[in-house]
């Protein structure tokens, strides 16, 4: 793996203040003080970036407790990062072809990844970089999630034309259920996620079956909330009864998961959007495929709607945007394949 420069400046933090302020209501004068001042300390310019020759970040994901910041690399390589820095701590060899699919125990020390071609999703020690086992063979891994107990993983992908969906016991190496197989024409997970407790995991899916599903930690079915378009990606917020999704046709949306009803739609990025993380209970940030004039990302109010902060930085094609649990800082993965005039493939935000 190899790099040619990684560089620290300063960039303009914008805040979008809700359209009450400027209309001048003084009942939400107070509010929209109180949030100015906490939008401050969320991201507001970049702390670092990291130019790569050939290897560009595909998938990234933050670790130990967010001091570490974990790196997929479309030369098959793993790096294992100094999250404040992003200087490489340790890297080692995963798959042959690129590293499409990472997750990491934020509080453990285990690493999961899976790849484009036909090879097992690998389970690696994050401290040593060793193998530790490798799991179901697949011709495509589509997701990976740990649950936050750090017992199981969820692990799915396509073979012979059918996605799986299936939990395994880290411990015992086992398989605790298959969840469920689907046509890959009908089902293809965006964001696998374990509630916190780590009793249920949420899908949202791409597809003839677009939407949020639901299953019980012992593999029970418990919900289908249908939605009219693919849900690439999806953060859980409010004890797991609120969901927000990133759509293929460039809307972030708020889902009640006890009603299935859909709460808003904010829409403001150009193209398709690739990722959505949590900031917090009433916050999400998304990224989108296709440069946009706001910036980079966007930092959405899911009560009301309303864009709150972006930076003036003019870059597209993001494939993935991660929140450090820590620092609130915001990790980038820029699908640039290939060299194509040194481009930035990992860049860092902070307060």
């Known amino acids: 793996m190899s790099f040619s420069q990684k560089s620290h400046r300063p960039r303009t933090f914008c805040i979008q203040r809700s359209p009450f302020a400027t209309a001048g209501y003084s009942a939400f004068a107070g509010l929209v003080l109180l949030l100015s001042s906490v939008l401050w300390a969320w991201p507001s310019k970049l702390l670092y970036e990291i130019r790569f020759d050939e290897a560009q970040v595909v998938t990234l994901a933050f670790s130990d407790g967010g001091d570490e910041l974990i790196t997929g690399h479309a030369d ?12 490489v701590i340790r890297s080692f060899k ?47 891994t589509f997701g990976l999630a740990f649950s936050p107990d750090n017992k199981y993983l969820v ?5 012979s034309g059918r996605t799986s969906v299936e939990l395994w016991n880290l411990e015992k190496r086992t ?8 046509p ?17 995991i949420f899908v ?26 693919d849900i690439i990606s999806m953060s859980l917020h409010q004890n797991e009864s609120i969901a927000v999704g990133a759509t293929f046709k460039s809307q972030v949306v708020v889902i009640d998961l006890n ?28 990224v989108s495929y296709k440069r946009d004039d706001t910036g980079p990302f966007i930092i959405w109010d899911i009560r009301t709607g309303a864009k709150v902060a972006t930076v003036n930085d003019k870059i597209s094609s993001i494939n993935q ?31």
């Open 76 to 87: 098959g390589q793993v790096a294992v990062r100094d999250a404040d820095d992003g200087d």
């Open 94 to 140: 995963a798959h042959k072809g690129r590293v499409y699919q990472l997750a990491a125990q934020i509080d453990g020390d285990l690493i999961a990844t899976g790849t484009l071609g036909k090879d097992q999703v690998k389970v690696w020690d994050a401290g040593s970089g060793n193998l530790e086992f490798s799991l179901t063979r697949y011709d495509e």
């Open 155 to 159: 692990i799915s992908g396509s073979s």
């Open 175 to 182: 398989k605790v259920a298959t969840l469920g197989t689907f």
């Open 184 to 200: 890959v024409a009908q089902f293809v997970p965006g964001r696998i996620l374990f509630s916190a407790d780590s009793k249920k």
């Open 204 to 229: 949202s899916v791409q597809n003839q079956l677009h939407g949020i599903h639901i299953w019980s930690a012992s593999g029970q079915k418990l919900k289908f909330i249908p939605f009219t378009d």
């Open 259 to 286: 009603t299935g009803r859909v709460l808003r739609t904010m829409s403001g990025h150009k193209g398709h959007i690739t990722s959505v993380d949590r900031l917090d209970e009433n916050h999400a940030v998304s």
């Open 321 to 351: 945007v991660a929140v450090n649990p820590k620092t609130g800082a915001l990790a980038l993965a820029l699908n640039t394949f290939g060299n194509l005039g040194n481009p930035a493939t990992l860049v860092v935000y902070g307060p």
